[in-house]
Structure formats: structure tokens, C-alpha cells
């Protein structure tokens, strides 16, 4: 007798999806060492360098991929080019899913990441830092809408 | 015990043995961890040529601006000022983001790497002992110094006796007073005998950076309100000229689709 060696429909997974959730199983295991044992345990940041590669990499990617979605929205409802108006929604869901992970790196590389909305209520004018925390909450809000 | 106005420290690097004995002093004072300590001593070696030797030392921490940039740059204000003094930091507010780590021209502020969600990874820095000076003791670095190297007091008064100092002996010292002026005035001044440079000191101007940066930051506001505007009227001038152009039917399938 042969054996039905074909797997039921709801397991069949491609290998690109398979790579990605090895991908995620790493990212998992890197982020529990993170809150585990601190920041020191996965990265080499020192205190000459306290910002490295991850705010340069995931901030800036998340910022620049939803800069695509601002630009079509703006093209959209601004300048009012109907030919668009089928690539608003992906490339507003786009954008708001760069947002989202740029907050999901805040919350990796913060040192109190509980504490991310500290930013509305002990607010300091003169931080340049400040004004990118309060751009990142309204382009949040705005993309979820 | 004479009220002090302003509370600063004097450093004179010819006078530092390399003992630090200020480092373990701070460490036992604050309860902190000999690696992690506030204050941390950095040495030249031996430089020059035989016969003429010589050893440089320099002793740092924070230098209590008057203008600090890691208070401007905080983004939630865990920093503050206190008005004889020292800049204080109240890790309740902190959330670890480290740009005062950025913004400090002297790299200050150093950071729990090795701490997790559940302690809780803050800043640390000096605070100029305030547990000792509110009661009029001297700072513990300074009461253990045995050269006289640091001292404390007002800083008027040590600007004076680092200016006499310098005049004193012109042959020993370089006729500067660091921390007068950098970055818009120090509390803790330094005089030496070899380029401050060398010693790891940045040469800063005497504006402060945050002036600048506050000056741009001013302006954002206006700058976004104006943008809006700008936009607001872009829209409104496409809209009325599609509306000319095509009787206004197709502004309304846009409108819709919001």
C-alpha cells in the first residue's frame, strides 16, 4: 500500500514563509534576551555610541517606506489625481505599517519602553527628539485613520 | 558654613597624582559599582623627551554646565537645572532613549547596558553629591582628594583663585581656565599644564549648542502651521480649477472615496 504522505491543506507552507518564521523565531528569542538582560546583551552599543545600526535601519526604513504613502495621499486628495486612487489604500496600509515598526523598534531600544508615553505628559519644547516623538504619534494616528 | 550661591569644582591637572581615590570615594558615596562609577580618570602617560618629562591626568565627570544640552535635548525632561548649580536627573521621568548620551559634548551620561525591563535601565551621572553640599560638607571626590588637585566652593571664588594661579606661575600653567566659557560657562573649572586638547577636553565655543538647536526648534511650529496653509491653499486651488474645467463631477467621486 502507498502511503499518503501529502500533508492536509491548512500545513502546506512555502519555504520563503518557512524562512520568515525562523527569522521570527530568532527575533523572539533576541528580544526576550533584550528585556532579560538589557540592551549590552544584544547589541555592542557603548557609551560613545549609544545610538547604532538599529535606530539608523529600522527608524529611517520605517520613515522612508511611509513617506510613499504620505506622497500618494498627497497626490490623492491634494492634488487630486483620480488615476491614482486605486494605490492610495496599499500604500497608506503601507505606511502604517512602517510607522508601527518604528515603534516596534522604540520599544526594543528604549531603556524604559513601558514608559514610551512619557512623551505626552512631560513635555520639553526645546528637544529636538521631543518634536520627532510628537511627529511619529500624529503620523500614527493620522495613517490609522 | 558660608552659603554658596553657585557650587563649582576647581581641577588642576598638575596637581592630580593618579590616585583615584575620587573614583572609589564616588562609588562609596553614591553606592555605585567601581565600573560603573560617575567619575572616571583618564592619564596621558609620560610624554616628552628626556630630560623634560612630564605626566598628564585628568580627572572627569560632569561639568554642571550653565546652558546644559542634555537638559534641552530630553525629550521628556528628566533633566533639570538647579539654580546654584548643579544639573540634576530624575530617572522617574526617564524612558532611555539616550540622546542626552548624543547631546553631552563630554559624553557624561552613561547607561545601564546590562540592565533588563524588570530593573530598568536608566542613566547615570553625577549630581555633585547633593546629600553632602545641602549640608555644607564638600563633595565626596573633593574631601578625599589628598593633592588638592579638585576643590570646591564658590565659583566666583575659584575663577579667581584659578586666574591667580595661573599668574602665579605662567611658566607652569597654559593661560586658560577651562569651563569659563566653554559651552556657555562650567561648574567645574580645569586648569593645566598641557593642552586641554590632550586631555580629552572638546573645544566647544562659547555659545551653547542647545542656543542654536532651541532657535530651530522655535521656528517648527510656524514652519508646520505655514506648510499647512500652503497645502490647504494648493488643494483648495486644484479643486476650483477642476471644478472649471470638468463642472465639478469630478471633485465629488474624490470626495467620496474619503
Redesign the interface.
Known amino acids: 500500500m502507498k502511503l499518503n504522505l501529502t500533508l492536509p491543506k491548512f500545513l502546506r507552507i512555502g519555504t520563503l514563509p518557512l524562512v520568515l518564521i525562523l527569522l521570527m523565531a530568532i527575533a523572539f528569542v533576541v528580544a526576550f534576551m533584550?528585556?532579560?538582560?538589557?540592551?549590552?546583551?544584544i547589541?555592542d552599543?557603548?557609551?560613545?555610541y549609544?545610538?547604532g545600526f538599529w535606530i539608523s535601519f529600522d527608524l529611517f526604513t520605517g520613515v522612508v517606506i511611509s513617506s510613499g504613502g504620505f506622497l500618494m495621499a498627497?497626490t490623492?486628495?491634494?492634488?487630486?489625481i483620480?488615476e491614482f486612487?486605486p494605490l492610495?489604500r496599499p500604500s497608506v496600509l503601507t505606511a502604517f505599517l512602517g510607522y508601527i515598526m518604528v515603534v516596534v523598534a522604540l520599544l526594543v531600544?528604549?531603556?524604559?519602553?513601558?514608559?514610551?508615553w512619557?512623551?505626552i505628559i512631560?513635555?520639553?519644547?526645546?528637544?529636538?527628539?521631543?518634536?520627532?516623538?510628537i511627529c511619529v504619534m500624529s503620523y500614527l494616528t493620522v495613517l490609522a485613520i | 558654613m558660608t552659603k554658596i550661591k553657585h557650587h563649582a569644582y576647581l581641577f588642576d591637572a598638575t596637581r592630580c597624582i593618579d590616585c583615584r581615590a575620587c573614583m572609589v570615594a564616588c562609588s562609596v558615596e553614591n553606592n555605585i559599582e567601581m565600573d560603573k562609577t560617575r567619575i572616571w580618570v583618564a592619564g596621558l602617560g609620560v610624554t616628552g623627551e628626556y630630560p623634560n618629562l612630564q605626566r598628564g591626568t585628568m580627572v572627569y565627570h560632569c561639568m554642571h554646565c550653565e546652558h546644559p544640552d542634555c537638559m534641552?535635548?530630553?525629550?521628556?525632561?528628566?533633566y533639570s537645572k538647579r539654580p546654584d548649580g548643579p544639573v540634576v536627573y530624575n530617572p522617574e521621568?526617564?524612558?532611555?532613549?539616550?540622546?542626552c548620551?548624543?547631546a553631552c559634548p563630554f559624553?557624561v551620561p552613561?547607561?545601564?547596558?546590562?540592565?533588563?525591563?524588570?530593573?530598568?535601565?536608566?542613566?547615570d551621572k553625577c549630581t555633585f553629591c547633593p546629600q553632602r553640599i545641602d549640608v555644607g560638607e564638600e563633595p565626596a571626590c573633593v574631601a578625599t582628594c589628598p593633592t588638592d588637585a579638585l576643590e570646591y566652593g564658590e565659583r566666583e571664588e575659584l575663577l579667581k583663585k584659578a586666574h591667580e594661579r595661573i599668574a602665579a606661575h605662567p611658566e607652569r600653567y597654559i593661560q586658560h581656565v577651562y569651563g569659563e566659557f566653554e559651552n556657555g560657562g562650567t561648574s567645574y573649572l580645569i586648569i593645566s599644564h598641557v593642552p586641554f586638547k590632550d586631555l580629552g577636553l572638546p573645544e566647544l565655543p562659547e555659545t551653547p549648542i542647545?542656543e542654536v538647536?532651541?532657535k530651530v526648534?522655535e521656528m517648527?511650529i510656524p514652519f508646520a502651521l505655514s506648510w499647512g496653509a500652503v497645502?490647504t491653499a494648493?488643494?483648495a486651488g486644484?479643486?476650483a480649477y477642476?471644478k472649471k474645467k470638468n463642472g465639478g463631477s469630478?471633485?465629488k467621486?474624490?470626495e467620496s472615496?474619503?
Open positions: 533584550r528585556y532579560a538582560f538589557g540592551i549590552g546583551a547589541s552599543l557603548s557609551y560613545s549609544p545610538w498627497g490623492v486628495y491634494i492634488l487630486r483620480k486612487q492610495l531600544d528604549l531603556g524604559q519602553p513601558l514608559r514610551i512619557y512623551m512631560y513635555q520639553n519644547h526645546t528637544s529636538v527628539l521631543f518634536e520627532i516623538g | 534641552s535635548a530630553c525629550p521628556v525632561g528628566a521621568k526617564c524612558i532611555g532613549c539616550r540622546y548620551m548624543n559624553g552613561h547607561f545601564d547596558y546590562d540592565k533588563g525591563i524588570i530593573e530598568g535601565a536608566f542613566i542647545n538647536s532651541e526648534m517648527t497645502l494648493v488643494s486644484v479643486a477642476d469630478e471633485e467621486k474624490v472615496h474619503k
